[in-house]
């Protein structure tokens, strides 16, 4: 156990590392001087000098990571030069909103997946298994922002349901559930996506279970049908259904920035498209930074209680 | 199959890869025909490639044309999907649209087999140090989220173009790619007719070419249409983030990110470049579902 996971945490390291270089070196995609893609021609000499120390762009190109990387070990991803405010406030600002959109969708998610998936895996290919079935697969091709914009289309236009459609976000400290309102559809969205891989996972993960001999040993002793489902069944299944949560966190992430994006929700989403639209690099870099390590840890964390769910994934 | 929880880490962003059907409707599925089902989708799929190819020879509107004086015209005679919000015929610009569908499609599956493909083979067939060397490079990249790392890479390489897109798409791609061949041909390459080869001193290069590429092909078709399915999902919502190919050209993704404005006014829109992008879809993963199923020649369901 202990060998496993200090091999997964260098594992980790090494890809943090590779993370942040890949980050890094995005600035030197822009076609052109750095400094004046970022701050326009018209830049004062000021301005050039605090983007300088930032980057260490008068340097070699290893020193300018390690000057870049060293500020942001630091917390100081730089000062956007189109807004003036620092972008680790602003990331700081909309990460909550994209963490609670997020939660609100997996919550969904299990409530739905978990009794259907046993539901379903009761009597495979049963009428329901079939109706979910085939229902789970048409939704598995309808992506996110379709979904979204036909919520959109019947919840807040047709139906006219109030803090639902575009540009109504209300803040979680102004109004609790004016908050809950506007991120409703946002959550229902998200939940979708999750709903239908969750549900197949263990729908097909259950039915392979089923079939063990401690089931067939726990029937015979006449335990109940309910009981040995959760008990018996959804314990080692619930290894894989942790396992899909895990690599759906980026899945959500991006679905969470589509959704902001037609709704003007500010999370990191709505900021990330806004800052690419008005040529903000410096926040772009910062939050593509901050999302990928944070997805890569929460992994990470994933794994690690994975396995303390099942030891013996560590052992083999 | 399913006592590896890792293979549902096949895609991550996406979950499209996670069709994993039990074990025991596979069994007796082999035997049966394809079905009407599977055959209207190939059809579908059909016609959807043949518009897009075809477009500029079909007598068509254009799809570029502002019509002024029929703005938001609802779905009728002269304009059968009706018109968008610059008098603009939605029925030509859906179809126009489905060029840049297709194109990522094939385009970024070429670039994401012709690598990920063979290094996936080599690295199942070799095994030792290239083996383990590949697999964790690909493992490190898969870790990242393929739509974040596109939509960083598009965001800061400008300006953006349907040929950048592919590239960027494709090579996303490649180590999805790769982990699914590696996993088909390690179960391939274990089997005692290749071992009967490489006893008969068959060389290195016809073991791969004709005992393991004929045996892992089925699989390898059936990930290729989900793929393109999953790189056309990952397209479109580039575009609808406004990071694909540039208006005025059409394309589904771009069509939804514009009807954003008019929701109101004009759901037709939206209705119709959803329709086809979601029916495209839903036929791509279908057939390489029913192809996968089909073919599915392992001991795992003995």
Redesign the interface.
């Not at chain 1, 598995?140 to 379709?146: A, E, R």
């Not at chain 2, 965001?155 to 400008?158: D, G, K, L, R, V």
């Given at each position: 156990m202990l060998k496993y996971v200090t091999r997964r945490l260098a594992?980790l390291i090494?890809?943090v590392f590779?993370?942040s270089v890949?980050?890094f070196y995005?600035?030197h995609?822009?076609?052109g001087d750095p400094a004046v893609v970022i701050l326009g021609t018209g830049a004062s000499p000021a301005a050039k000098a605090a983007l300088f120390a930032q980057l260490g762009l008068d340097k070699p190109i290893y020193l300018q990571y390690f000057t870049w990387i060293g500020n942001v070990v630091r917390g100081n991803m730089g000062t956007s030069f189109i807004s003036q405010s620092s972008v680790a406030g602003t990331i700081r600002a909309a990460l909550p909103i994209d963490l609670e959109i997020i939660v609100l969708s997996q919550i969904l998610a299990f409530i739905f997946a978990i009794p259907m998936a046993m539901r379903s895996a009761r009597k495979?290919?049963g009428v329901i298994d079939r109706i979910l079935g085939a229902s789970s697969?048409?939704l598995?091709?309808?992506?996110?922002?379709?979904i979204i914009?036909?919520l959109?289309?019947i919840v807040s236009?047709k139906l006219g349901i109030p803090h639902t459609g575009?540009s109504s976000y209300v803040t979680l400290a102004s109004d609790p559930v004016g908050n809950l309102e506007s991120l409703a559809l946002p959550a229902i969205t998200l939940a979708t996506?999750?709903f239908?891989?969750y549900y197949?996972?263990l729908?097909?993960?259950l039915?392979?279970t089923l079939?063990e001999e401690f089931i067939t040993m726990a029937r015979s002793k006449g335990i109940s049908q309910r009981r040995i489902m959760w008990r018996h069944a959804f314990r080692p299944s619930s290894?894989?259904l942790l396992?899909?949560a895990?690599?759906?966190?980026?899945?959500l992430?991006?679905s969470g920035?589509?959704v902001q994006?037609?709704l003007a929700i500010p999370g990191l989403g709505y900021t990330?498209?806004s800052a690419?639209?008005m040529s903000d690099?410096l926040l772009?870099q910062g939050i593509?930074l901050t999302?990928?390590v944070g997805?890569?840890v929460i992994?990470f964390l994933f794994d690690f209680i994975?396995n303390i769910v099942d030891p013996r994934?560590s052992r083999e | 199959m399913?006592?590896d929880?890792?293979l549902?880490?096949e895609?991550?962003?996406?979950?499209?890869f996670?069709?994993?059907?039990?074990?025991?409707?596979e069994a007796h599925e082999r035997s049966e025909p394809l079905g009407v089902l599977f055959w209207t989708c190939v059809g579908w799929i059909v016609l959807n490639v043949l518009g897009a190819i075809f477009a500029n020879a079909l007598p068509l509107k254009s799809a570029l044309f502002q019509d002024y004086n029929n703005i938001n015209v609802g779905p009728g005679w002269h304009h059968l999907f009706g018109t968008d919000d610059l008098g603009r015929d939605i029925f030509s610009r859906v179809v126009f649209g489905s060029r840049v569908s297709v194109a990522v499609g094939v385009g970024a599956m070429i670039i994401g087999f012709g690598i990920g493909a063979p290094l996936g083979m080599l690295a199942a067939y070799k095994r030792g140090r290239f083996d383990s060397i590949f697999t964790?490079i690909m493992?490190?990249l898969l870790?990242?989220?393929?739509?974040?790392?596109t939509?960083?890479?598009l965001?800061?390489?400008?300006p953006r173009a349907l040929l950048k897109i592919i590239i960027v798409i494709g090579l996303a791609s490649v180590p999805l790619v790769y982990r699914v061949i590696r996993t088909a041909t390690l179960n391939v390459a274990t089997k005692d007719y290749v071992i009967a080869a490489k006893v008969q001193g068959a060389t290195d290069r016809r073991i791969l070419i004709k005992e393991l590429l004929p045996n892992i092909a089925p699989i390898g078709v059936s990930f290729l249409l989900i793929g393109i399915?999953t790189v056309i999902?990952l397209e479109?919502?580039l575009a609808?983030?406004?990071?694909s190919v540039n208006p005025p050209t059409p394309s589904w993704?771009n069509m939804?990110n514009e009807?954003?404005t008019v929701?109101?006014q004009n759901?037709w829109l939206?209705i119709f470049p959803?329709a086809a992008?979601?029916l495209f879809?839903?036929c791509?993963?279908?057939i390489g579902?029913r192809l996968r199923t089909h073919y599915d020649v392992t001991e795992v369901k003995l």
């Open positions: 594992l090494g890809i590779i993370i890949g980050s995005l600035i995609l822009l076609p495979p290919d697969f048409t598995l091709s309808v992506p996110p922002f379709i914009v036909l959109v289309l236009i575009p996506g999750s239908v891989v197949r996972v729908r097909s993960d039915i392979a079939q290894v894989a396992g899909a895990s690599v759906n966190i980026g899945g992430l991006a920035f589509v994006y037609l990330l498209i690419i639209n690099f772009v593509v999302v990928s997805v890569v992994n994975i994934i | 399913n006592d929880p890792s549902a880490g895609l991550p962003g996406q979950g499209l996670l069709i994993q059907e039990a074990t025991h409707v964790t493992y490190v870790a990242f989220p393929a739509i974040i790392a939509i960083a890479v965001s800061f390489w400008t399915a999902t479109g919502a609808f983030l406004g990071l993704g939804i009807s954003r929701l109101a759901p939206v959803s992008l979601c879809l839903l791509l993963n279908f579902d």
